[in-house]
Nanobody
Framework: QVQVVESGGGLVQPGGSLRLSCAAS????????MYWYRQAPGKQRELVAG???????NYADPVKGRFTISRDNAKDTVYLQMNSLKLEDTADYYC?????????????WGQGTQVTVSS
C-alpha cells in the first residue's frame, strides 16, 4: 500500500507565491518519475510538471518560467514552487508518483490540494 499526500495549497493574491509538497510513503521499493497535475473547475486534468529520478524536468507551457518542480529522493517528496501566480492557476493540484514494487511500476494519486488565486 502506498500513500501520497499533498499539502501547501491555499488562497493567494495574483503575483504571489505558494509551495506545494507531496510525500509518498508505504510499500515503496523505488520511485521513478513524479508529477504535478491540476484540474480547474469544468476542465480536464492537465499535466503541470514532471521530474525524473535524475532530476530532468518538463513543464506545461502556461507555467514555464514561473513554476519549479524539485524532489528530495531521501524523503520520497516532490515540491512545486509556484511564483507569479495568475488567476488562471486556480485549480486543484494533484501529485502523481511512479512507484516500483516487486518488479512492477504503479502510479498513485494524492487527494489533491486546492490553490485559489484571487484578489
Amino acid at each position: 500500500q502506498v500513500q501520497v499526500v499533498e499539502s501547501g495549497g491555499g488562497l493567494v493574491q495574483p503575483g504571489g507565491s505558494l509551495r506545494l509538497s507531496c510525500a509518498a510513503s508505504g510499500s515503496i521499493f523505488s520511485i521513478y518519475a513524479m508529477y504535478w497535475y491540476r484540474q480547474a473547475p469544468g476542465k480536464q486534468r492537465e499535466l503541470v510538471a514532471g521530474i525524473r529520478p535524475g532530476g530532468s524536468t518538463n513543464y506545461a507551457d502556461p507555467v514555464k518560467g514561473r513554476f519549479t518542480i524539485s524532489r528530495d529522493n531521501a524523503k520520497d517528496t516532490v515540491y512545486l514552487q509556484m511564483n507569479s501566480l495568475k488567476l488562471e492557476d486556480t485549480a486543484d493540484y494533484y501529485c502523481n508518483v511512479e512507484v516500483a514494487n516487486r518488479g512492477l511500476v504503479y502510479r498513485y494519486w494524492g487527494q489533491g490540494t486546492q490553490v485559489t488565486v484571487s484578489s
